[in-house]
């Protein structure tokens, strides 16, 4: 059964780090763009972080460009987003989702959808 599957959400203090991870099931991430969405209560989804297929080219929101770092290791099919110097306003359900070759912001040109990993930044 294909699956995106999120781990590494929690609770966590202002200032820390936490690293999602989110691993594929029959599904060969090699030719998808991996993107993190993350929705708060009350708002809609967006776009966080994106990386091609080949990691050559990631993309980031601007509220947490320069914290966090993209990265893939498709051996192991599995994507990666770093989040350093958490803030409260990072409080919100992370997704994972994947779509062919490039990234999107938009939440409906993505493919497929994990069901999310709840991160919790509060002191």
């Known amino acids: 059964q294909l699956q995106l599957v999120e781990s590494g959400g929690g609770l966590v203090q202002p200032g820390r780090s936490l690293t999602l991870s989110c691993t594929a099931s029959?599904?060969?991430?090699?030719?998808?763009?991996i993107g993190w969405f993350r929705q708060a209560p009350g708002q809609e989804r967006e776009a966080v972080s994106c990386i091609t297929h080949t990691g050559i080219t990631t993309t980031y929101a601007d509220s947490v460009k320069g914290r966090s770092t993209i990265t893939r290791d498709n051996g192991k099919n599995t994507g990666f987003l770093q989040m350093n110097s958490l803030k409260p306003e990072d409080t919100a359900v992370y997704y994972c989702?994947?779509?062919?070759?490039?990234?999107?912001?938009?939440?409906?040109?993505?493919?497929?959808w994990g069901k999310g990993t709840l991160v919790t930044v509060s002191s």
């Open positions: 029959e599904l060969n991430l090699d030719w998808y763009a």
């Open positions: 989702a994947v779509r062919p070759f490039r990234c999107s912001q938009s939440p409906p040109d993505m493919s497929y």
